[in-house]
């Protein structure tokens, strides 16, 4: 939900809490900025696709799960904030092991986003780490419904 004054803040019920003192999204005018979203599950807050071994140490992980779970999140944050996939504008994806995973998480990017023409424009960062234990987030960019087009 937002403020009064449909600029403001943005918190998903059902996208998982933020690892920090953040909201989900800030509206600002006709645009909505997301925070990053990584791919934790909303209701228990695991880490969808990581394999822990038995003192509790990351062992491996699905980058093609994560990449779901990812885009589900994404999808509650726009649904919470009254946009939808298609008002997604801009996409920054962090990976934290680009020769890996690139192709299974292009692969995925596929199938959410078949149309090119419509497809939001979309940078991929190769980094070293994230704040949690993931191998993937997101940094999106909307424009919300029923702005005007130029």
């Not at 962090?94 to 299974?104: C, E, G, K, S, V």
Request: net charge negative.
């Amino acid at each position: 939900m937002s403020d009064s004054h449909g600029n403001g803040s943005i918190r998903a019920d059902g996208a998982p809490k933020p690892v920090g003192s953040y909201p989900h999204a800030r509206r600002v005018g006709e645009l909505l900025f997301l925070s990053g979203i990584g791919p934790r599950d909303a209701a228990s807050n695991a880490i969808v696709g990581n394999v822990h071994d038995a003192q509790g140490r990351l062992i491996a992980y699905d980058i093609e799960l994560q990449c779901r779970a990812v885009f589900a999140n994404v999808r509650a944050v726009l649904e919470a904030s009254g946009a939808g996939w298609d008002d997604l504008v801009d996409v920054t994806v962090y990976l934290t092991d680009m020769a890996r995973d690139f192709t299974a998480y292009n692969a995925v990017w596929a199938e959410y986003f078949p149309d090119i023409d419509r497809a939001p424009c979309r940078t991929t960062l190769g980094i070293t780490a994230l704040p949690t234990p993931i191998a993937i987030e997101l940094k999106c960019i909307a424009r919300l419904p029923g702005a005007a087009t130029e």
